[in-house]
Nanobody, 128 residues
Framework: QVQLVESGGGLVQAGGSLRLSCAAS????????MGWFRQAPGKEREFVAT????????YYTDSVKGRFTISRENAKNTVYLQMNSLHSEDTAVYYC?????????????????????WGQGTQVTVSS
């Protein structure tokens, strides 16, 4: 498995921006689809965004489309989540996740269970 370490979380006012980073080690980074998930208190972990191994395809949950951007730099073994126009509803622990390319097809590939490697999470708090 690949090891993942998130950074960049913090406290921000509503309407502000944060950029999360996730550094990967242990395996060939461009063999992995990368994703961001989040979990708010009392709620289940939910999908935020994924990016293909090349960065050419990205997917977002509806609530963050137009505000969040996922990207990756394979040369740096790092995936990012740029978060703009933050809302209080975006407050959560954000997790980076990885799954091997080709390990999931069809429906369910945005579910947490389809990802086998996880970081420890980084807290994002948006004050209103």
């Amino acid at each position: 498995q690949v090891q993942l370490v998130e950074s960049g979380g913090g406290l921000v006012q509503a309407g502000g921006s944060l950029r999360l980073s996730c550094a990967a080690s242990g395996r060939t980074f461009n063999n992995y689809v990368m994703g961001w998930f989040r979990q708010a208190p009392g709620k289940e972990r939910e999908f935020v965004a994924t990016i293909s191994w090349s960065g050419g395809r990205t997917y977002y949950t509806d609530s963050v489309k137009g505000r969040f951007t996922i990207s990756r730099e394979n040369a740096k073994n790092t995936v990012y989540l740029q978060m703009n126009s933050l809302h209080s509803e975006d407050t959560a622990v954000y997790y980076c996740a990885a799954r091997p390319v080709g390990s999931c097809s069809g429906g369910g590939c945005s579910e947490p269970a389809s990802f086998g490697s996880w970081g420890q999470g980084t807290q994002v708090t948006v004050s209103s």
